[in-house]
């Protein structure tokens, strides 16, 4: 299954393939025959890798967070939020390579309550000062238990955020939202009171991996 995020790119890059591969026959010369029909094809498999988006099993209980995106944790750490849950806090980062689905889905059910764009700079996505600094989406959802903050962060390949919700809308725990598209990073951050569930380079799945759990039932 490829994501609806990709059609566009997929379809100029489908074009694009179709009209060197064409090109590629008129050339004199073998090896620059070969090297454009290799070439193309290479583009056109590694764009289908890219833009795949299978289905996944999201946690029945509502007491988590789930990772928004594929990848490896980066690190695990206690900060300081002063934008949403405001107040000291656990944050979760995950780097999402080239080769990683990059459909991003909802972490936790509830309303958005917090939605800002910013555009930034490129710095590579595992630069702690990329949060910062970086073009990116930042999101804040009022849950049944409380605030979780997260961001969709564009890397130095990635320059292209997309996402589908809006401030008010209410949400739904591993369901679709966005991509960042070709390399990027995603930032989860919650109040002191979750429990943490990942450790630094550990593999994560977008609506399934569990980053936080809340203690204890409401």
Same mark, same amino acid.
């Given at each position: 299954?490829?994501? &609806? ?39 056109? @498999?590694?764009?289908? $890798?890219?833009?795949? /988006? ?8 509502? $007491? ?19 934008? =949403? ?7 979760? *980062? ?14 936790? *059910?509830?309303?958005? +309550? =917090?939605? &800002?764009?910013? %555009?930034? %700079?490129?710095?590579?996505?595992? +630069? ?6 970086? +073009? ?26 997309? =996402? ?36 630094? /380079? ?7 991996? @569990? ?8």
């Amino acid at each position: 299954m490829l994501t &609806k995020y990709g059609y566009a790119t997929l379809g100029i890059i489908s074009i694009t393939v179709f009209i060197l591969i064409s090109l590629s026959f008129f050339a004199g010369n073998n090896f620059i025959k070969i090297f454009l029909i290799t070439v193309s094809l290479l583009v056109l @498999i590694f764009s289908l $890798n890219f833009f795949r /988006d299978p289905e996944r099993t999201t946690p029945v209980k509502d $007491n988590v967070v789930v990772s928004p995106a594929d990848g490896t944790v980066l690190f695990v750490k206690d900060v300081f939020d002063d934008k =949403y849950v405001k107040g000291k806090a656990l944050q979760v *980062s995950i780097f999402m390579s080239p080769l990683n689905v990059h459909v991003n889905r909802i972490p936790i *059910s509830g309303k958005v +309550e =917090y939605l &800002k764009y910013f %555009k930034g %700079k490129y710095f590579a996505a595992f +630069e702690d000062k990329a949060s910062e600094e970086n +073009e990116r989406a930042e999101f804040g959802i009022m849950s049944r238990y409380g605030k979780v903050f997260f961001t969709q962060v564009a890397g130095f390949i990635a320059r292209r955020i997309v =996402y589908e919700i809006s401030e008010g809308d209410s949400v739904t725990i591993g369901k679709r939202f966005g991509m960042i598209k070709f390399g990027s990073r995603v930032d989860v951050v919650v109040p002191v009171n979750w429990l943490v569930k990942v450790k630094k /380079d550990d593999k994560v799945k977008a609506g399934e991996t @569990i980053l936080f759990e809340y203690p204890a039932e409401l």
